[in-house]
């Protein structure tokens, strides 16, 4: 980007120009059923949120609480293209409570992509050594980005912060 002066212009990437936001909810079954957006015409990068909305967590028959792990792949690729992985989300734990991951990644070019998350570890369906199991997966939500500068004025100093909301401020 250039300003009136012809200068040119950092993009401030924290504060995206457009953010386009769908809401997906889709139950994550296993390998078999991957699920796919595509994202706005000119994206720069794209984000998911994944939620396990009973936890994760097993129970033996003596009670005590095991660790279940759920792997979800990421995957892209350009409109006519084919699909290149992207990486390999691991998620485990051994708690009832529900559990929201946020992930935010950036395409290798402006443009349109189609995005697809599939589940590598099956759903439970059986019990097996376990007494009780909990691995529901959703995609709840899909973002589309389109970075550009927010503000351009030859007379402003644009600056970008990024700040943690506790309650420490």
Not at 29 to 41: F, K, R, S, V, Y
Not at 87 to 101: C, D, F, G, L, N
Request: with cysteine.
């Amino acid at each position: 980007d250039k300003d009136e002066l012809g200068n040119t212009v950092t993009s401030i990437t924290m504060f995206p120009d457009s953010v386009d936001e769908v809401t997906v909810n889709q139950k994550m079954l296993g390998p078999a059923n991957p699920i796919e957006h595509t994202t706005t015409l000119d994206a720069d990068e794209f984000s998911v949120d994944i939620t396990f909305p009973t936890g994760l967590i097993g129970i033996d028959k003596s009670g005590d609480k095991k660790d279940v792990s759920v792997q979800v792949t990421v995957e892209y690729k350009p409109t006519g293209g084919s699909y290149s992985l992207l990486t390999t989300i691991s998620t485990s734990a051994a708690s009832p409570e529900t559990i929201r991951k946020g992930y935010r990644f950036k395409f290798p070019s402006r443009g349109e992509y189609t995005v697809r998350l599939t589940r590598l570890t099956n759903d439970l369906d059986s019990v097996g050594s376990y007494q009780t199991y909990q691995d529901d997966c959703y995609w709840t939500t899909f973002r589309s980005i389109t970075n550009d500068t927010p503000v351009n004025h030859p007379d402003a100093a644009l600056i970008a912060l990024r700040i943690k909301a506790t309650d420490q401020l």
